[in-house]
């Protein structure tokens, strides 16, 4: 069984990582293990030159793991960027997995929405899961306010996690 992806999205600025570290608490109280994938379209970085990791990547190491007792983790230097599919397929023992980006992707959307920002939404109606907002929308989409993670964690278990044979576990 593969897991649930859902897909936080919206304009630059919107307030998607807010949205998205208001709905991981949440889901994590109702005992939900979530991973998170962030698209960034510009590339980055995060090993910094003069650090080991780095050092063996320069060396030409393809793929650069670090661990400790409390994290890990694996850097892996790409051709092309990977669909997300690929990506969510690596990830294993967890319940859901939320992207902040991949606004073109199928997966089901959580638009985020904001008057002075947004303007029309990005999604159709079709692409999304609900949209979370400051305003009234006439739109045939559950919606939510900005802060109303409990509400929107309530659609997604009905909605993704459910179906998906997802419980939550004892905390």
């Known amino acids: 069984m593969s897991?649930?992806?859902?897909?936080?999205?919206?304009?630059?600025?919107?307030?998607?990582?807010?949205?998205?570290?208001?709905?991981?608490?949440?889901l994590k109280r109702r005992g939900y293990r979530v991973a998170t994938i962030k698209h960034d379209t510009h590339?980055?970085?995060?090993?910094?030159?003069?650090?080991?990791?780095?050092?063996?990547?320069?060396?030409?190491?393809?793929?650069?793991?670090?661990?400790?007792?409390?994290?890990?983790?694996?850097?892996?230097?790409?051709d092309a960027e990977l669909p997300l599919d690929a990506i969510?397929?690596?990830?294993?023992?967890?319940?859901?997995?939320?992207?902040?980006?991949?606004?073109?992707?199928?997966?089901?959307?959580?638009e985020v929405h904001r008057a002075a920002v947004s303007g029309e939404l990005l999604c159709e109606p079709q692409e999304l899961l609900a949209v979370a907002t400051d305003e009234p929308l006439a739109i045939d989409v559950p919606c939510y306010g900005l802060d109303d993670a409990a509400g929107l964690v309530d659609l997604i278990e009905e909605r993704i996690l459910a179906p998906a044979g997802r419980k939550r576990r004892a905390i």
């Open 3 to 26: 897991t649930p992806v859902i897909s936080v999205v919206g304009k630059s600025d919107v307030g998607k990582t807010t949205l998205l570290t208001k709905l991981l608490p949440e």
């Open 43 to 78: 590339g980055f970085d995060i090993d910094r030159p003069g650090k080991d990791t780095w050092r063996h990547a320069e060396a030409g190491a393809d793929v650069v793991v670090i661990s400790s007792p409390s994290k890990m983790a694996l850097i892996e230097k790409v």
């Open 88 to 110: 969510a397929e690596r990830i294993q023992n967890v319940d859901l997995i939320i992207t902040e980006g991949y606004k073109r992707g199928d997966k089901p959307k959580i």
